[in-house]
């Protein structure tokens, strides 16, 4: 870990959770994840060297010079909850790497334990058959009994057999590996909108984290980005139910020329 996270900060932190972020189905990890950092105002902890990571596909051009290559950043930041409570370490990666997700986790969770962290949360997307106009259930899974016994007092949807795609879920199977409490928030999300991002989902499991986490966050401005994407998808479901229309149909007045021509 010493050579791959360079630290920036070394604070003294009180029992922090961890909560870590890659972009997912509806980017509802980042969504939460960055709305986080903006409102309790995270301070910058280290970051993970990502050419580790990563192998870079092409290079930018400016002004016909070319540029170094350019990686994805996985960063760690972190809170003092000054109301007595445990203290947050944020990790947002910016993407996923083709490969080595698994050694990525490790490093994540070495971090982990390099600050005793008591449990480390994940969020991502659960496709269901909601309508973009229902209000997202969130449901939670847990690396342990005892960590999924406390989930029920949150009124969460229960999960029987799931998967969880990419880094938001692997992360809590070497969580599981290690012996580290972890959880995963998953927002309900329309299996026919999986492709663009979905604050409804966000807010819905922002609102559950943020009593799991012990915090008080304004939701002001995550709720009017809800507001703002339900009137995108109406007007996108609309247009394309017009398309659907007229492609499956076909008007009377031509079926009568059609019968006339016989």
Same mark, same amino acid.
């Given at each position: 870990m ?17 909560? #870590?972020? %890659?972009?997912?189905?509806g ?7 960055a !709305?986080?950092?903006?409102k ?9 060297? =990502?050419?580790?990571?990563f ?8 002004n @016909?010079?070319?540029?170094a290559?350019?990686?994805?950043? @996985?960063?760690? +930041?972190? %809170?003092k ?5 445990? *203290?947050?370490?944020?990790?947002i990666?910016? *993407?996923?790497p083709?490969a ?6 490790? +490093?994540?969770?070495?971090? +982990?334990?390099? !600050?005793?962290?008591?449990?480390? !949360?994940? +969020? ?5 058959r909601?309508?973009h ?13 005892q960590?999924?016994? *406390?989930?029920?007092?949150?009124d969460?949807i229960? #999960?029987?057999?799931?998967q ?9 199977g070497? #969580?599981?590996e ?6 995963c ?18 807010? =819905? ?5 943020a009593?799991?986490?012990?915090? $008080?966050?304004?939701? *002001?401005?995550l709720?009017q980005?809800?507001? $703002?994407a339900r ?9 394309a139910?017009g398309?659907?229309?007229? !492609?499956f149909?076909?008007?009377i %007045? &031509?079926? $009568? &020329?059609? &019968? &006339? $021509?016989?």
């Amino acid at each position: 870990m010493k050579r791959l996270v360079k630290f920036r900060a070394y604070p003294r932190l009180d029992s922090p959770n961890m909560l #870590a972020a %890659w972009p997912g189905v509806g980017n509802v990890a980042t969504i939460v994840a960055a !709305y986080l950092e903006k409102k309790l105002g995270f301070k910058e902890l280290g970051e993970i060297e =990502a050419s580790h990571f990563f192998d870079p596909i092409g290079v930018l051009v400016k002004n @016909s010079v070319v540029e170094a290559p350019q990686f994805p950043r @996985s960063k760690f +930041c972190y %809170w003092k909850n000054k109301g007595g409570g445990s *203290d947050i370490i944020l990790f947002i990666g910016e *993407d996923q790497p083709v490969a080595k997700g698994y050694d990525l986790a490790h +490093c994540v969770l070495d971090v +982990c334990v390099k !600050y005793q962290v008591s449990r480390v !949360y994940t +969020c991502a997307a659960a496709m269901t058959r909601i309508h973009h106009t229902e209000k997202p259930g969130v449901l939670g899974v847990a690396t342990s009994q005892q960590a999924a016994a *406390d989930l029920k007092k949150y009124d969460l949807i229960s #999960a029987s057999n799931l998967q969880i795609a990419g880094l938001n879920g692997l992360l809590l199977g070497v #969580a599981k590996e290690r012996g580290i409490d972890g959880v995963c928030l998953l927002g309900e999300v329309p299996t026919y909108a999986t492709r663009i991002q979905n604050p409804m989902a966000a807010l =819905a499991v922002l609102e559950v984290l943020a009593r799991m986490l012990g915090v $008080e966050i304004d939701l *002001d401005e995550l709720a009017q980005l809800v507001r $703002e994407a339900r009137e995108r998808m109406k007007q996108v479901a609309s247009q394309a139910m017009g398309e659907y229309i007229d !492609y499956f149909t076909e008007p009377i %007045w &031509e079926k $009568e &020329e059609e &019968e &006339e $021509e016989e």
